[in-house]
């Protein structure tokens, strides 16, 4: 089994920044490829982005680039996602996901395991 418990949300004004963790444990050889994920209300999960565990290789969806940053800490078993310039639309919960399969997948189908997430509010 792997846990995932995720950190960081909170609420922010239209411009600002927040940071998320994801703290990871359990079987490591179980999550190859972890992601980020956000739902807001009424709508289907998307992907946000994603890191390779071992190579660090990362995806990021086309509505967050230049944007948010997903990045990883090894020794931590974290993985961060950092939000700049954040707008009303990024209003969502954030979820963190992994999946035991090492190549990154959009598709919230494709992760095995995901945590409870975490609350984003951007205010205009």
């Known amino acids: 089994q792997v846990q995932l418990v995720e950190s960081g949300g909170g609420l922010v004004q239209a411009g600002g920044s927040l940071r998320l963790s994801c703290a990871a444990s359990?079987?490591?050889?179980?999550?190859?490829?972890m992601a980020w994920f956000r739902q807001a209300p009424g709508k289907e999960r998307e992907f946000v982005a994603s890191?390779?565990?071992?190579?660090?290789?990362?995806s990021c969806a086309e509505s967050v680039k230049g944007r948010f940053t997903i990045s990883r800490d090894n020794a931590k078993n974290t993985v961060y996602l950092q939000m700049n310039s954040l707008k009303p639309a990024d209003t969502a919960v954030y979820y963190c996901?992994?999946?035991?399969?090492?190549?990154?997948?959009?598709?919230?189908?494709?992760?095995?395991?995901w945590g409870q997430g975490t609350q984003v509010t951007v205010s205009s």
């Open positions: 996901a992994t999946r035991t399969w090492p190549y990154s997948s959009a598709s919230s189908r494709d992760y095995d395991y």
């Open positions: 359990g079987r490591t050889f179980s999550r190859h490829i």
């Open positions: 890191i390779s565990w071992s190579s660090g290789t990362t």
